[in-house]
C-alpha cells in the first residue's frame, strides 16, 4: 500500500533528495497523494455496514473501504452524490432505539439483559458493536422486553423535589434516605423526579414530605453584591484547588450558615471574594490589547490580556490604582489597532470579499479580525490586507450637507422598499436594503449616478403600500376579523407593507372595501364634547362612571374621548349620548359662594387649621371632585360664606378697593396684553391700574375684567396636557407656524397655552393633540440612540468645539434634526465614536426599569446548571447592547428577574405600615400584608397581586405628603431624639412614640393632626440632642420651651460612624440617623425607596433596641 512505501522510505533512512524518492514519486504521487476535501463525503448519516461487499469505482470492494476512500471527495461533489445513490441502501443502517423519538432515555434505570445488570444507556453501545438495526425482529424483542423500564415520558413541569413556594435549595449527594421501601441517595431521588414526575402529582406532593431532609441551602463564600473570584489558587486541607473549584464543589453537602461553611467564609472570602467597581478601569481605551505579551503584574508573570481584564474586574475607574497601572502597562499592552480604511476612508459594510477560504467574508467584520489577532497598524499584516481590500470594502462618505441618494423616494413622496428581494449591484447579488444603505452613503441625490441606480433598481426594490384609509384616520386599536385572523387595524397595517401589499392592487381594493368603515374615520371639524350643550358648559366627566351605550358598557372617560374623536357636535350620536347621558356623567364643581355670591379670592381663612387665601380653597373643592348640590358641597359653603364672599376682609388694608382682573382664578402675569396702545405683561397692567386709581366696583374695573380676562386669567391644571405626548413617548417641539381655533400661530406657543391652561384629560387637549401633533412634533435626533451619551467630551462640529451633551440637546433641538434624517445620519456617522459607549450588560434592566435579580435561583442553560447570579457576573463582561446580552437576556430575564407586586398602584403613595386590618381572615397590619407578598414572591401584573392590591390598597395606601411629619421635628427643621420605646397614650390607646411616629408619616408637617401630636406628646416623646436645640426662640410646640438651660440656637451635631461608640446602649436615632444607616451599609437607594422601607426600619431599630 501507500502507507507501506512510506514505512520503507523511513526504515532505510531514504531521504528527500535522492535519485531514489524522486523516482518513487514519479511512479506513485498521484496514485497515492491527494488534497484533502474542506467537506469530506460522509456515505452515511451514522451508522455503516462494514463488511458488506459492494462495487466502488469499476472494482468489488467493501462498505468499509468506500467509505474511507471516499473521505477523500468533498460533500458537494459528484462522485460523493453517486456513491450515496447507488451504496447508500446497501451500506447504511438506522442503529435500533429503545424507546424510539417519542419517549425519553432513562440512561441509569438498570436492567438484566442476557445473565448481567446493565443501564438502560449501555443498550446503544451494545447495539452498535452487533449491528442491531432498527426494524429487525431482535430490535422489536428487546423493545417489548425493556421499554417500559428504560422509556418514560418527560412531565410538562418537572417535580423539583428541592423547590419550595419561596426559593431553590440543593439536594444532598452525601445522604440516603428510604423511599417507597427502598434506599436511595438523595441526589438520586431528585433526579428521578425530575426526570419523570409532573410537579402537580400525588407522587411529588409525598416525596417531597417523606424526604425533606435531602435539600439544604447550598453555603455561598461570598456575600452580599460580592463578585466570585474564579482562577485564584488556595489551600484548603493541603490541597491545592482553584476558586472555581471551591465555589462549585468544595462547598456542595454544606449548608450555609453552618459551622462548616462559616469556617470556609471566614478562611476563604477574601482570596475568593471581590467587590465589582461601579466603573470599570479600561486599561486599552479602544480594547486593543496585546494579548499574549507577559509583564510583571502582582508580584508574578501575567500576559496583558489577564492585566486588562483584572483592572476591569477589579479597579474603579478614576482611582489611583487604575491611574498607575495605565502608567506602568499601556505602553507594552496596548497597540493601535490596523485600519482597514486608514483615517479618512469609511467601512461599506454591506460589501463582501472572499478571505481566508470564505468567499462571503463581510467587510465590517475585519475590524474584529484585527482585535482578536492583535493585528498593528503598519505592520505588513496590516499593510497586506490594506492593499487587497481597500477598494471594496472603503468609499469616502460623501457632504451630507448635500442630500443623499434615497433609492426609494420620487420627488417630495417616499416609498416602502421590498428589502430582501435580490438584485444584481456592483458585480454581486445585494438586497434592495444594501443597494439602498450604499447609495445613501456614496452617493448624492442629484449625481447621475444616483439617477442611474434609481432607473435600474427603482421598480424592483420600490413600492407604494396600500393605504387603507386613503386620507382618513386610521383607528389603530379597532380588533376586525380578517381573512380567518383577529387583528387591529395598526397590526393589519404594518402586515400590508411586510407583504408587499400594494396600492391599487386587488388585494388592497379587496381589503379597502372590507375594512375601511371599521378601520377608517373621518376627524370632525367641530368635535362633540359629552358635557357641552349648545350654549353653555355642563361641568366636568366622572371619569370612571361606568354606562351602557350602543349596547356597550364602558367609562364617561372613554365614550367621551370617543366622541371627541369621532362625532361631529351637531350629529345624532353625539346628541343621543348627550340625551341620555349627560345626567350620570357631567357634574358641575362646588361653588364655595354659589351661584348668588362674589368670591373675594384675597380674603383668609383657615381649612383643616392651615391659613389659605379663599381663592386657593377653590383648588382644594376642584381636586376633591366636589360636586355642586353635594352634602359636603352645602357644608363648604355654610363653613366659608362669611369669610370669602359675603366682602372683602378687613384683615387685608384695600382689599376692597383694588381691582382684580382674575378674581377667582390663576393670573397669568407675564401674558401680553394691549393697555390704551401700548404692549405690557398683566403683572404691569395690575399695576398700571391700581396706580391709576382704578378700584373694584367701578365702570373702569368691570371694563377692564371684560377686555383682559381672557389673556390674563386661567385655571392652573394639575396633570398639564403636552402637546407632543403620546402614550408614554414625549416628542420635540417644532418651530412651525400652523392654523389653531382659525388663526395662524406658532407651536411653541399651542404647547406653552396647552402646558399653563388645560389638564390631560381635557377634550380640548385630545382634539389639539389628534389634530396638531403630526405638524408639530417631531423626534429628535438622538446621536447615540439605544448607547450611552458620553455628556462631555469635547467634538468639532462644522468648526465648532461643544460637548457631546450640548451637540444632542441644543444643537440638534435648536436645528430641529429629525431622527431618521440625512442630516442625522450624518451626525451620528461623524461623532458617533467620540460620543457614543456602552455599559456592561446588566441581566435584569429592562428599558428604563430594574428588577430584581433572583440570585440564588437554580438555571440550566446551553447545556450548564449555575444560578442566576453566576449568569448575571458572567453577563456583566458582555455589553449592553451586543448580540450575546440581548440574546441571554431575552432566554433567561423571565426566570431570573422579578418585579415585586406593590401594595400600592404608584409612587405618589405610601403605605401606613402600622394600620390594623383584616387579611385571609386573620388580625393583621399593612407591614404584614407587605411581607407577605415578598415572601410569596407575587410578581407585579399577577392577577393574585392586583386581587390583593384591590382588597388592601384603599386602607394601607396613602398619599405622601409634601412635608412629611416627624414627632420630633421643629418648625424650622431641627431635628430632637425620638424616644422610641417611651409609652404614651394616644387617641385612647397605649402605645410607644415609635408606633405615633409611624402612624403620622402620612400626615403633613404643619397638618392638624401633628401639630395636635406634638403638642400632646413633645415632653415624653423628645428629647434634645446633646449640646443641640433646646426648642428656644419659639421654634417648639407651644408651653414647650422650658426643657433645659443648655444654650439656645446650637445646633445638632451630625452622628457620624466614629461617634457611634459613644452612644449608649439604649440611645435613640433620630429621623435624620436612617440615611447614615443606610450609608454604613453601602446601600444605595432612590429617594422612593427611603419613602417605602423608612417604617419597617423604625420597627427594626424598636426591636433591636428593646
Not at 84 to 103: F, I, P, Q, R
Not at 532 to 540: E, I, K, R, V, W
Not at 1013 to 1020: E, F, G, K, V
Amino acid at each position: 500500500t501507500c502507507g507501506d512505501i512510506e514505512a520503507i522510505f523511513a526504515a532505510e533512512e531514504v531521504k528527500s533528495s535522492s535519485d531514489r524518492c524522486d523516482s518513487v514519486k514519479y511512479d506513485y504521487q498521484e496514485l497515492c497523494c491527494f488534497t484533502p476535501p474542506v467537506t469530506p463525503c460522509e456515505l452515511c448519516p451514522e451508522y455503516v455496514r462494514w463488511n458488506e461487499a459492494v462495487e466502488f469505482d469499476g472494482d468489488e470492494s467493501t462498505c468499509k473501504a468506500a467509505t474511507t476512500m471516499l473521505k477523500r471527495e468533498e460533500d458537494y461533489s459528484d462522485e460523493c452524490s453517486s456513491a450515496k445513490e447507488n451504496m447508500g441502501d446497501t451500506c447504511c443502517y438506522e442503529l435500533c432505539d429503545v424507546c424510539g423519538e417519542s419517549l425519553m432515555l432513562d440512561w441509569d434505570a438498570v436492567v438484566e439483559y442476557e445473565g448481567e445488570r446493565i443501564a438502560c444507556g449501555d443498550f446503544r453501545p451494545i447495539f452498535g458493536r452487533n449491528e442491531i438495526e432498527e426494524g429487525t425482529d431482535e430490535c422489536s424483542s428487546i423493545k417489548g422486553n425493556y421499554s417500559d423500564f428504560c422509556c418514560y415520558t418527560p412531565p410538562n413541569e418537572p417535580c423539583n423535589l428541592c423547590q419550595t413556594e419561596t426559593s431553590f435549595l440543593d439536594a444532598y449527594t452525601s445522604v440516603e434516605v428510604e423511599l417507597w421501601g427502598s434506599v436511595m441517595n438523595c441526589s438520586d431521588v431528585y433526579d428521578y423526579l425530575i426526570r419523570r414526575i409532573e410537579t402537580d402529582s400525588e407522587t411529588c406532593s409525598s416525596a417531597k414530605e417523606s424526604v425533606s431532609e435531602c435539600c439544604y441551602k447550598k453555603c455561598t463564600i461570598c456575600g452580599g453584591t460580592q463578585v466570585q473570584e474564579f482562577e485564584q489558587e488556595i489551600d484548603l486541607n493541603g490541597e491545592a484547588i482553584s476558586c472555581l473549584q471551591l465555589h462549585s464543589v468544595r462547598t456542595s453537602d454544606i449548608a450555609a450558615n453552618s459551622n462548616d461553611c462559616l469556617s470556609m467564609q471566614s478562611d476563604f472570602s477574601n482570596q475568593c471574594c471581590y467587590d465589582a467597581p461601579d466603573i470599570p478601569c479600561v486599561m486599552c481605551t479602544d480594547g486593543s490589547v496585546r494579548k499574549e505579551l507577559e509583564v510583571d503584574f502582582n508580584g508574578g508573570t501575567e500576559t496583558c490580556e489577564h492585566v486588562a481584564n483584572f483592572l476591569a474586574n477589579r479597579a474603579n475607574n478614576g482611582t489611583e490604582e487604575c491611574a498607575s497601572s495605565k502608567a506602568n502597562y499601556q505602553e507594552y499592552c496596548c497597540f493601535e489597532k490596523c485600519s482597514l480604511c486608514g483615517e479618512n476612508g469609511q467601512i461599506d459594510w454591506d460589501a463582501y470579499v472572499e478571505f481566508d477560504g470564505k468567499d462571503d467574508v463581510s467587510c465590517g467584520s475585519f475590524d474584529w479580525y484585527f482585535s482578536s489577532n492583535g493585528i498593528e497598524e503598519g505592520s505588513g499584516q496590516c499593510t497586506d490586507l490594506q492593499v487587497a481590500f481597500e477598494e471594496t470594502c472603503c468609499y469616502e462618505a460623501i457632504d451630507f450637507s448635500i442630500p443623499a441618494c434615497s433609492l426609494c423616494k420620487r420627488g417630495e413622496a417616499w416609498y416602502d422598499m421590498n428589502g430582501d428581494v435580490d438584485v444584481y449591484f456592483q458585480g454581486s447579488n445585494r438586497t434592495c436594503t444594501q443597494v439602498s444603505n450604499s447609495l445613501f452613503r456614496k452617493a448624492e441625490e442629484d449625481s447621475g449616478f444616483c439617477a442611474a441606480a434609481k432607473a435600474e433598481y427603482f421598480p424592483s426594490c420600490c413600492f407604494e403600500k396600500c393605504d387603507l384609509c386613503q386620507g382618513a384616520q386610521l383607528d389603530a386599536n379597532v380588533e376586525v376579523a380578517y381573512k380567518g385572523t383577529a387583528a387591529t387595524c395598526l397590526e393589519l397595517g404594518l402586515q400590508f407593507v411586510a407583504d408587499i401589499v400594494m396600492e391599487g392592487s386587488e388585494e388592497c381594493n379587496a381589503a379597502r372595501e372590507i375594512l375601511f368603515e371599521p378601520c377608517c374615520f373621518s376627524t370632525p371639524t367641530d368635535s362633540c364634547v359629552l358635557c357641552q350643550s349648545d350654549t353653555y358648559n355642563q361641568g366636568d366627566i366622572r371619569d370612571d362612571v361606568s354606562v351602557s351605550f350602543y349596547g356597550s358598557t364602558t367609562t364617561c372617560f372613554d365614550l367621551n374621548s370617543f366622541l371627541v374623536s369621532r362625532e361631529e357636535q351637531v350629529g345624532f350620536m353625539c346628541q343621543a349620548a348627550k340625551a341620555e347621558l349627560q345626567e350620570d356623567c357631567c357634574f358641575q364643581e362646588c361653588s364655595i359662594c354659589g351661584s348668588g355670591g362674589n368670591l373675594y379670592w384675597d380674603n383668609p381663612t383657615t381649612f383643616n387649621g392651615i391659613s389659605f387665601a379663599c381663592g386657593e380653597l377653590t383648588w382644594v373643592l376642584s381636586g376633591s371632585r366636589v360636586e355642586e348640590g353635594s352634602e359636603e358641597c352645602i357644608q363648604m359653603q355654610t363653613t366659608y360664606y362669611d369669610d370669602c364672599c359675603s366682602g372683602p376682609s378687613a384683615l387685608i388694608p384695600d382689599a376692597g378697593n383694588k381691582c382684580e382682573i382674575c378674581p377667582s382664578v390663576g393670573k397669568d402675569w407675564y401674558a401680553q396684553v394691549i393697555h390704551l396702545g401700548k404692549p405690557m405683561t398683566c403683572l404691569e397692567l395690575d399695576s398700571v391700574l391700581l396706580q391709576k386709581g382704578v378700584f373694584d366696583v367701578s365702570a373702569e374695573c368691570e371694563q377692564a375684567v371684560q377686555d383682559y380676562s381672557n389673556q390674563c386669567c386661567y385655571t392652573p391644571p394639575k396633570k398639564p396636557c403636552n402637546l407632543c405626548q403620546s402614550g408614554k413617548q414625549s416628542y420635540s417641539v417644532l418651530d412651525q407656524t400652523v392654523t389653531y381655533n382659525g388663526a395662524e400661530t406658532n407651536c411653541y406657543g399651542i404647547y406653552n397655552y396647552l402646558w399653563t391652561r388645560l389638564e390631560t384629560e381635557d377634550d380640548a387637549c385630545l382634539a389639539t393633540q389628534n389634530d396638531l401633533q403630526p405638524q408639530c412634533c417631531y423626534s429628535k435626533c438622538s446621536i447615540c440612540q439605544d448607547y450611552q451619551l458620553d455628556q462631555e467630551k469635547l467634538v468639532v462640529h462644522e468648526g465648532v468645539t461643544m460637548a457631546c451633551s450640548e451637540l444632542e440637546n441644543s444643537f440638534m433641538g435648536l436645528n430641529q434634526i429629525m431622527q431618521g434624517s440625512e442630516q442625522c445620519a450624518r451626525i451620528q456617522q461623524e461623532h458617533w465614536n467620540d460620543c457614543c459607549y456602552d455599559i456592561p450588560c446588566d441581566l435584569c434592566v429592562s428599558g428604563e426599569s430594574e428588577y430584581e435579580l433572583l440570585v440564588d435561583q437554580p438555571m440550566l442553560y446551553m447545556g450548564d446548571g449555575r444560578t442566576c447570579g453566576e449568569w448575571s457576573v458572567l453577563l456583566e463582561g458582555e455589553l449592553s447592547q451586543s448580540d450575546v446580552c440581548m440574546a441571554v437576556k431575552n432566554d433567561l430575564f423571565s426566570n431570573c428577574c422579578f418585579k415585586p407586586c406593590a401594595l400600592c398602584k404608584d409612587a405618589e403613595h405610601s403605605i401606613n405600615w402600622n394600620l390594623p386590618l383584616t387579611y385571609d381572615g386573620l388580625a393583621s397590619t399593612c407591614l404584614d400584608v407587605y411581607l407577605s407578598l415578598r415572601s410569596e414572591r407575587l410578581q407585579e401584573g399577577d392577577d393574585r397581586c392586583q386581587s390583593i392590591r384591590f382588597t388592601v390598597s384603599d386602607e394601607c395606601c396613602h398619599k405622601l405628603p409634601t412635608n412629611q411629619c416627624s414627632l420630633c421635628q421643629t418648625s424650622d427643621g431641627t431635628y430632637l431624639n425620638t424616644n422610641w420605646n417611651a409609652e404614651v397614650n394616644y387617641m385612647g390607646e397605649k402605645v410607644t412614640c415609635g408606633d405615633v411616629n409611624a402612624k403620622l408619616s402620612s400626615e403633613e408637617l404643619d397638618g392638624i393632626l401633628c401639630l395636635s401630636a406634638r403638642d400632646d406628646l413633645w415632653n415624653q416623646c423628645c428629647t434634645p440632642q446633646l449640646g443641640g436645640n433646646t426648642g428656644l426662640g419659639g421654634i417648639l410646640p407651644t408651653e414647650q420651651n422650658g426643657l433645659g438651660t443648655l444654650a439656645p440656637g446650637v445646633l445638632a451635631p451630625q452622628v457620624s460612624d466614629s461617634d457611634e461608640s459613644n452612644q449608649s446602649p439604649g440611645a435613640s436615632f433620630d429621623d435624620g440617623s436612617f440615611t447614615t444607616f443606610h450609608r454604613r451599609n453601602d446601600a444605595h437607594h432612590s429617594q422612593l425607596l427611603y419613602t417605602v422601607v423608612m417604617v419597617p426600619f423604625i420597627v427594626v431599630a424598636t426591636s433591636l433596641i428593646s
